[in-house]
DNA sequence: AATGAATGAGCCTTCATTCAT
DNA sequence: TATGAATGAAGGCTCATTCAT
């Protein structure tokens, strides 16, 4: 009843058994979904014993909330924007963006589709991915940066929100259904019409 | 291993009990998912003992296959394009597609986002889907009758297609996440940039 | 609780249904074996309902009864000793007697082959068994007729009785196992083997 | 779908639960047959839950097939051919092998009972059951020694398996149906017919 | 820290049998 | 007589989780 605290693990050794597992869930996950993998297979997968397993995750879905958000600072991370150039057009900069995103969901791909697909069915995965979707979404604005001004679109915040929203899907139809052909047509396309959007 | 075929109810008092499964299995599946509704549960709710439960549906996907055709032939139906007015502008038939989608989500919401989070899960329950999306993206090129010519997209078809697409994946965001919030000003926006993208 | 009692036909149309029944068992049962072949199956294929089905027998149990009864009396019923022809050799004899015990197990054998699996379960089927079994092996000591007193054995009842489950074990086995290959061999040297024993 | 391995107990502990456990499916399944003998009620049986069982065992059909391995190796094991005496008359090596059957239907014989039941019913058991009997059956043909040159039977292989296939049917019958009584009378009789028959 | 044997609630599904019509 | 919709106990099996060692 009393729940043993989580392991928080502060030595090598222990963390390469957590990362061992992370990386089993992921491997197992993307093959096979959420629910048709057990815990148990994850154990034998990181070559590690169910009761460890146990004690650095809670349960089950707290394994996959830290799949989660792994992820996304992968994707988040490797940004720097204060390295663009100065002088690109408004064209380059949202091609740029989408890009971005685009390179974002080859992170992993079989694991963010089965995440896009769980985080419908769980506010509470649904909420990590509400964060990080306001900081793409923010990095946007901040990309425009002088353009800002010429925008004829009142509330830039939510614009931008909605931007991230359907280039999101688009790519991820792109990615899936499509199997990732025309990268490169649909990127224009998407700026194309963003740009005729914003300005 | 021959299975009594499932039954197909002519009376009236079957059909209406094979109608309170469905509905049952609506309101779980909405509440807690496909996965975690169990086949006993929707008997139970529907007041109905489970041998009925699998006397109407070969198993629970059967029964859910169901619900999702019942869903789409909803949110077809009510169509009817012919009765539009001859002298529409751009803006308003766009602006009523969008307006058409924005219903048509509107019909148990929460059963269509388990479906959106299963179609990612299996190509099943994909494949089903795309045949509707592409009903609907037809319907979109019909719609735009003799103005189909003015238009700068080559490949229509994909076109209405990435279009869809977007749509609905702001139409879904808006629905769940601001709670259907806006829904005139999304629509407005979304109308400017599609019009814009094809004109 | 209190059985509404087992409906004895005595109109033609019932008497055609129930054998409808019997046969479509038979058939289902040979092919699935008892315990595969559910009583709606058996119903179905006798294109009678479940309900008429459960007014000719009280349960799946008792039509199997009436089944291994019917056999053991078509198995039994076209013997007639009486037209034997006086002279015939002891060897003759005996071989007349395995063939027609070869005969009988080529009467429905799939569902001899049921019946023997089934009777070793329970000594209800059992008895009638050995009911069938003690009249076969008593009609070999008619036909021995006078070579009875030739015979050294000195309990012919038992030795019967012995005889004629070695002769049923090998038969089976030749049937089912070999697939009925070398009747004649076989027959032949279950003759001999017997008349040396005997005389 | 990818079920974690049937654990192999390595532990004395472990051993005591699978041993209990088969213990328990040969009681039940002895008194009861196969099929009304749930795997629910074995675990029950051997005070075992029935997550426990089936980790030790794929499923019911595995745990049957272990079970007519053991009682095979029991039957089998025992024998010690080479320690036989080098001057044995035929008769009496035949009396000995038939001992020595006879025997082997004493080890849990309602258990041998339902496998020989269920030989019937499945390919798969049965071919388990042929291995055993084809090396009882050469066991026989070596235990004739030198004898063998003076046997008037050609097929010698083909006529050891239809007298392993005689004498099991009525060793059978007299454990069963005879409840065991005159083991010797009957050993007698089978001897006598079989030194008859071969030479 | 780590192990993994053990648990048992719960899942999906079948089928012999009943009974209102 | 006949129907067949309806029942629900029971079966085989899985898997997240615990806990003694």
Redesign the interface.
Known sequence: MAPVETRVPKQKRSMEKKQRIKDAAVKLMSE??Y??T?S??IA?EADVSIGTFYSYFKDKKALYTELVADIYNMVLEPVDLNSLPEDMSVEDTVYMYISYIFKGHGIMPEFQ??M???S??SDEF?DIE?LYKKQIAEMFVEMLGDYRDMIK?SDLKT?SY?IL??V???IH?TM??NKGKNKKA?TR?LT??IV??LF
């Open positions: 096979k979904g629910h048709s057990s148990n297979e034998k589709r089965e896009s697909s769980l419908e069915q649904r509400m679109v614009a909605i929203t359907m999101e899907a688009v139809d899936f259904h649909v396309e194309a019409m005729n959007y």
